[in-house]
């Protein structure tokens, strides 16, 4: 389309002019290189103006080829400044098509033949002869025009050519024009300046000057460090391996950890306009910390930190630490397996195959037949129904209504009502005198004392008490020796099987982790030293009942003593001799 203008308007212009045979040649030539730039675009440009034959800019043209023999074509370009908002161009050369038309109409109208002037006459009798009158040259100045954009961000001039003996461009011209558009921030001086000798100087854009655009300050925001949405997360190992009992629904926080991060706001810059004109930029939006209890600000007020160890939940509006954690329910598939740092409330059972661990104490309103560990104390609403598998192991003490069938560690005390073929460890007193208050089975093992309404059974089972000692120390010294034990089979194994990653994998993993027993050893045989000789400090452990079976077994130190009938008020303990002796 802009090829067919280009030599519509040359022959228009030949044919309005009577050019001679120089300026034909020289328009075919300009005509000829305007085809093959036109060849060389595969598209038409999306910001370039296209004007109809009989617009009044082409006849603004023709009037110029004329008048000089050749004229660059018409190009009505809006340049991108890099300062426009995204998609401004369709609505700004919209805007641009409706000036030009308007300005190149008003100025067509004034380069109409001004009516003719009458000549002093030499026939005063005949006044209306032709030869009397003489018609008045054109003259009309070079215009430059300003196209302001719509967010007045930036500016383009086109200035129209002179019509007969009208001015050329000049500079004191530009000036007038930007300052009657109020143009004054963001000039390009030395594009103003070449246009003076550029021979595309009619009828073109050009950018000549460019606004600063506002930038909006940005929003505050939290960054958190922790999930605001608990989902249930089944983790595949690196063999394909799936532990369903593993869900990791507690986020556990230390205290003083980091729960989220305040990004402050940021101030809006704002921009200006091609008129020197301020434009206003707005400010970020504030946030604060989602402050919830048990939760404290750090000194800089840019964190939002735990004040107790526990468990992290967003409650809509804040985070929250819980230092105890309330399950609901029972802890099975629903739930998987508890590890918390704080306290931990279960409202039902720790089923089969689940373990608990928590920092502080726990509390079942149920049964236990799951593991259990717990950093303070265990309290068991209803009883301990384990196996052999699982320990239950409370740091501090631990009070159950009863145990059967269960390996029972407590660092501290236990007090039950029953205990039935269990593994019970205590570094401190086992108390059975609640309820039936009976030992029957199994082994008991207590540095301190043994107390008990019944010991053993009618029925003459074997009931193991053992007294003095660190039970529940030396029985872990036991577990760890069992599991380097292990891990030394399985790196046996293992070294036996051909060779490829998962093998050196695994292989590796499992050195690591025999060389980390045998440390925890070394400093567990240490400890046990220490603690050994405060024990001996502190008197003699020994055993009170009410009745003692046949089948009860005693054992303190070195020595043992079998019960073969039945005692009443047996009170057993290490006399001054080094037998055990009952009274």
């Given at each position: ?142 215009m ?35 300052k ?23 009828l ?34 690196e ?9 990791n629904l ?22 200006t ?12 939006k ?34 929250q ?66 196996s ?19 390996r ?29 208050g ?39 010294r ?34 690591m ?37 046949p ?33």
């Open positions: 389309m802009a090829l067919k203008n280009q030599l519509l308007s040359w022959l228009r212009s030949l044919k309005a002019g009577g050019s001679t045979e120089e300026q034909s040649a020289e328009e075919l030539s300009a005509a000829e290189s305007s085809e093959a730039t036109a060849k060389a675009a595969d598209t038409p440009d999306p910001a370039l103006l296209d004007f109809p034959l009989e617009h009044a800019i082409h006849q603004l043209y023709d009037l110029r080829a004329r008048q000089y023999g050749w004229a660059p074509l018409p190009r009505i370009y809006l340049d991108d400044p890099g300062v426009m908002p995204e998609g401004w161009l369709p609505k700004e050369l919209e805007r641009l098509r409706s000036g030009i038309t308007t300005v190149a109409k008003s100025r067509l109208e004034k380069t109409k033949q001004k009516p003719p002037k009458p000549k002093s006459p030499q026939n005063p009798q005949n006044p209306q002869n032709p030869q009397d009158v003489e018609e008045e040259p054109i003259a009309l100045d070079a430059p025009w300003i196209y302001n954009a719509t967010n007045r961000l930036a500016a383009w001039m086109v200035v129209f050519p002179p019509v007969g003996e009208g001015l050329e461009l000049s500079r004191e011209m530009i000036d007038k024009c930007l009657e558009n109020e143009i004054s921030f963001g000039i390009d001086e030395e594009l103003l300046n070449s246009l003076l000798s550029n021979e595309e100087r009619y073109h854009s050009y950018l000549i000057a460019r606004g600063v655009p506002a930038t909006d300050g940005k929003d505050g925001s939290i960054v958190d460090f922790f999930s605001r949405e608990i989902k249930q997360e089944i983790k595949t190992d063999f394909g391996q799936v532990d369903y009992t593993a869900l507690v986020q556990n926080v230390k205290e003083g950890d980091p729960i989220c991060q305040l990004i402050p706001e940021t101030e809006g810059i704002p921009g306009t091609v008129q020197n004109k301020e434009i206003p930029a707005k400010n970020g504030k946030v604060t910390l989602p402050k919830g209890r048990n939760t404290e600000v750090s000194e800089d007020g840019t964190k939002l930190i735990a004040a107790k160890p526990g468990h992290v939940e967003f409650s809509g509006r804040t985070f630490v819980r230092p105890v954690l309330d399950i609901g329910g029972s802890v099975d598939y629903s739930t998987g397996n508890i590890s918390f740092l704080g306290d931990v409330h279960i409202r039902g059972d720790v089923c089969t195959g689940f373990s608990v661990r928590a920092v502080g104490n726990v509390r079942v309103d149920g049964v236990v037949e799951g593991a259990i560990e717990a950093g303070g104390d265990l309290i068991v609403g209803r009883g301990i129904l384990g052999q598998q699982a320990i239950v192991r409370a740091h501090r003490n631990i009070f159950a209504k009863y145990m059967e069938s269960s029972v560690h407590a660092r501290e005390n236990l007090q039950t009502d029953c205990i039935v073929n269990c593994s019970v460890y205590s570094d401190g007193h086992v108390q059975v005198l609640s309820g039936r009976t030992i029957i089975g199994g082994r008991v093992s207590a540095a301190h004392g043994v107390s008990a309404k019944i010991v053993g059974s009618k029925a003459e089972s074997l009931t193991t008490i053992s007294l003095g000692g660190l039970p529940c120390a030396e029985f872990e036991e577990l760890l020796l069992r599991d380097i034990e292990e891990l030394q089979e399985s790196q046996k194994k293992l070294e036996c099987q051909p060779d490829g990653p998962a093998k050196l994998s695994r292989l590796s993993k499992t050195r982790q025999i060389s980390v027993n045998k440390m925890k050893l070394d400093q567990m045989d240490k400890e046990l030293e220490v603690l050994q000789a405060e024990l001996e400090a502190k008197g003699k452990a020994r055993l009170e009942c009410g009745i003692a079976y089948g009860t077994e005693i054992i303190i130190k070195d020595k043992s003593l079998k019960l073969t009938t039945e005692t009443h008020k047996c009170v057993a303990r290490l006399s001054d001799d080094g037998e055990i002796r009952l009274f």
